[in-house]
């Protein structure tokens, strides 16, 4: 019982330190100025493709992937690749905590398209959830014509969007037997070959600055994806994952003290709502696992 508790602290720990990286990888894009995302997503995946390449090569991982996978591996790299674009527009156009609440809707997605897709079961306790934290995001995206913010605030939506439909791959993939770090390389890889045309015909010149700021947001979401990936190799995502939402709070902090930038009271309740919704599903997860336990 000591070992599994202590795995579960870690298991935290791990998790809350990719939220950190993940809040600091949006702050940096942030500051990296105005550039379009396109560019910036190629130099967040270059970096990310790099570190996954050298995993995959320390862990003499094969690299290559069974045939019948690579339609799924395709859908996963391209929906991930709206996602990250999505998300770099909404870093660059809204509040950094805003456009972070905005992406962190991607587990309600990937309960949508894994009842969807996969066939999994979802209760109506679970839908009741997934419709709080949608009611949740439009306090954030404040549907109305008046709000100059609102198209960002889809594409933001949107991200979420891409991003939980791409997780629900990887789920596939990995229930197929697929590596996570081949996942990982085979993505951004397929990222940066994507968003490299733009690069060569439509290049935005950058100051040295630049550079480096996106290449430490690259080591961010880097450190972000192993921390994250370590977090649930040391306990399920059933007990930890709503420690991930601590990146609301990180982005938030970041977002006020270097970006001068604080959110509406709107926003604020809209946060307080998502948040609601993923610990009434962490803790009924707990509970059904407790039930399972017990017979």
């Given amino acids: 019982m000591a070992g599994g508790l202590k ?3 870690k298991g935290i720990i791990c998790i809350i330190i990719s939220a950190f990286s993940f809040a600091v990888m949006n702050m940096l894009v942030r500051l990296a100025g105005d550039i379009p995302s396109i560019q910036k997503s190629f130099f967040r995946n270059a970096v990310a493709a790099v570190f996954a390449l050298a995993i995959v090569l320390k862990d003499r991982h094969d690299i290559t992937v069974d045939r019948r996978n690579i339609p799924l591996l395709i859908l996963r790299s391209v929906l991930g690749t709206v996602g990250i674009l999505c998300n770099f527009y909404a870093v660059d156009h809204l509040v950094l905590a805003d456009a972070s609440m905005l992406n962190k ?3 309600f997605f990937t309960l949508i398209c894994s009842a969807v897709f996969l066939k999994e079961k979802v209760s109506i306790k679970e839908a009741l959830i997934v419709a709080g934290a949608f009611a949740g995001s439009l306090l954030i995206i404040k549907p109305s014509f008046s709000n100059t913010d ?3 605030s889809l594409i933001g939506l949107l991200g979420g969007l891409g991003a939980g439909s791409a997780y629900t791959c990887v789920r596939a993939l990995g229930k197929r037997g697929e590596k996570g770090p081949v996942i990982v390389l085979f993505f ?3 990222s940066c070959l994507v968003t490299l045309p733009y690069l060569l015909f439509r ?6 600055g630049q550079v480096l700021i996106l290449m430490l947001a690259g080591a961010a979401a880097a ?3 192993f921390s994250i990936t370590a977090a649930y190799s040391f306990a399920p995502a059933r007990k930890i ?3 991930d939402y601590s990146q609301i709070l990180f982005a938030a902090l970041l977002g006020y003290f270097i970006l001068n930038q604080t959110p509406d009271i709107l926003s604020v309740l809209g946060y307080a709502v998502i948040i609601m919704m993923a610990v009434i599903m962490f803790l009924m997860q707990k509970s059904l696992e407790k039930k399972k336990d017990s017979r």
């Fill in 150 to 152: 609102l198209g960002t």
């Fill in 203 to 208: 290049y935005s010149p950058m100051t040295a």
């Fill in 241 to 243: 994952s709503v420690y």
């Fill in 7 to 9: 795995d579960i602290h």
């Fill in 105 to 107: 809707l991607s587990p």
């Fill in 223 to 225: 450190a972000g994806q």
């Fill in 188 to 190: 951004s890889t397929f």
